[in-house]
């Protein structure tokens, strides 16, 4: 199993690099080549490669990004968006009823988080983000973003797609939008909704959160 893996993330890297190749030739024809285009080895702005410029940028780069996800419920849902008992019992339904809800996704965030897979929460909701975006400049970067931080296989927060939809985002990249992540954000949906939505409504932590909710006090 452990070679399979190592294969299959060889053959990642290089289609990561085909395709960094491919953008790159693809901005210099346009006149919008990147400032480290000089350095033929280097693709940083998709994270796609190992060479030394990723470890040398500027710890100002690293703290002041110029897109920060707007993400939810970073902490506990219970303190920062309480939901009702009505709306907490309706999670039960459906996954859809969770996603809809900015409680049930703080919650549900939470969850995750006791599981190590909160980044599939974070992808899908800077997924959410980015196609609220109209200016072209603004999304070309929150896509590249979206691309180091949940795509890249160099990234901790990595999200686990299959090969067609990597393909997909690859052939994507070379024009981003706001629909560039669009296959892979429906693939981690249902990701949830089969694996770690059934465990969410069968666990303690939503038990208790049902207890803890108090009903609304009755209308005068």
């Known amino acids: 199993m452990g070679s399979e893996r190592l294969e299959m993330r060889k053959r990642q890297m ?5 395709t960094a190749a491919s953008v790159l030739q693809a901005r210099h024809r346009m006149g919008n080549t990147p400032t480290n285009a000089s350095n ?5 702005w ?3 490669c190992s060479c030394s410029c990723l470890t040398v940028r500027g710890e100002d780069e690293t703290v002041q990004r110029s897109f920060e996800h707007r993400t939810e419920g970073t902490t506990n849902c219970e303190e920062s968006l ?12 459906s996954f859809e009823k969770v996603m809809k809800s900015a409680a049930g996704r703080s919650c549900f965030r939470q969850f995750l988080r006791t599981e190590f897979s909160e980044e599939n929460m974070m992808f899908w909701l800077a997924c959410e983000d ?6 072209k400049t603004v999304v070309e970067e929150k896509v590249r973003q979206i691309y180091e931080d949940f795509i890249s296989i160099l990234s901790p927060k990595e999200v686990s797609l299959d090969s ?3 393909e997909v985002i690859n052939r994507n990249m070379l024009e981003p ?38 009903e609304p006090p009755p209308e005068p």
Not at 14 to 18: C, G, N
Not at 40 to 44: E, G, I, S, W
Not at 82 to 93: G, N, Q, V, Y
């Open 14 to 18: 290089q289609v990561h690099q085909e």
């Open 40 to 44: 033929a080895c280097c693709f940083c």
């Open 46 to 48: 998709c994270c796609c």
């Open 82 to 93: 309480k939901p009702t008992l009505e709306d907490a019992r309706s999670w039960s339904i």
């Open 130 to 135: 980015l196609k609220k975006e109209t200016n």
């Open 164 to 166: 067609r939809v990597r």
């Open 177 to 214: 939008t706001s629909c560039t992540f669009d296959d892979a954000q429906q693939q981690i949906y249902t990701l949830m909704q089969r694996d770690s939505y059934p465990r969410f409504i069968n666990s303690s932590e939503y038990a208790d959160l049902l207890k803890n909710v108090e």
